[in-house]
């Protein structure tokens, strides 16, 4: 029945609806495809301390994986800054 109808539609001009709806998808295909990619699980196999062999892995989106990456980096920068005692109190950096 489907068919049916879509066969009519383009005997009816519906190639110009058609040839719209291909452009919508087009621009929609980019925009999906950007939302895939940040949507689509990214996994990274790590060692773990104090081990030879035993790894872990953690699955994120690339989204996540950018923010984990830009909290990993201020926090490196803010103990470089300041800097952690051997007490755990945090310490000037001067």
Request: net charge neutral; hydrophobic share 35%.
């Amino acid at each position: 029945m489907f068919s049916m109808i879509m066969a009519v539609l383009l005997i009816q001009g519906g190639s110009t609806i058609a040839g719209n709806a291909d452009e919508r998808a087009a621009s929609a295909g980019a925009e999906s495809a950007q939302a895939a990619k940040d949507e689509k699980q990214v996994c990274r196999t790590f060692r773990v301390t104090g081990s030879r062999a035993k790894r872990e892995r953690v699955c994120m989106t690339q989204a996540q994986w950018d923010a984990h990456e830009e909290r990993t980096r201020e926090e490196a920068g803010r103990v470089t800054n300041t800097g952690i005692c051997s007490d755990g109190s945090v310490c000037s950096g001067t």
